[in-house]
């Protein structure tokens, strides 16, 4: 996984980010932060979906 900023700015352009319940938000920011550290497909510090690296990399394209 890459940097708070990177995670965050994943999250707001993933379309695969699910919100985990607040009572297991990362502490990032505050429990409104969308982050890729409080989605339900992050286990492990891997994206289930497979989706971080593909949509990182479509934010550096812009």
Same mark, same amino acid.
């Given at each position: 996984?890459?940097?708070?900023? &990177?995670?965050?700015?994943?999250? !707001? ?16 920011? !505050?429990? +409104? ?7 339900? !497909?992050? &286990? !492990?510090?891997?994206?289930?979906? +497979? ?8 934010? +550096? &394209?812009?």
């Amino acid at each position: 996984m890459g940097s708070i900023g &990177q995670m965050v700015g994943v999250a !707001n352009s993933c379309p695969g980010y699910e919100r985990k319940d607040i009572s297991f938000n990362s502490g990032i920011g !505050n429990s +409104d932060t969308k982050s890729c550290t409080n989605c339900r !497909n992050l &286990q !492990n510090g891997i994206c289930i979906k +497979d989706l971080y690296d593909k949509v990182l990399t479509s934010l +550096d &394209q812009t």
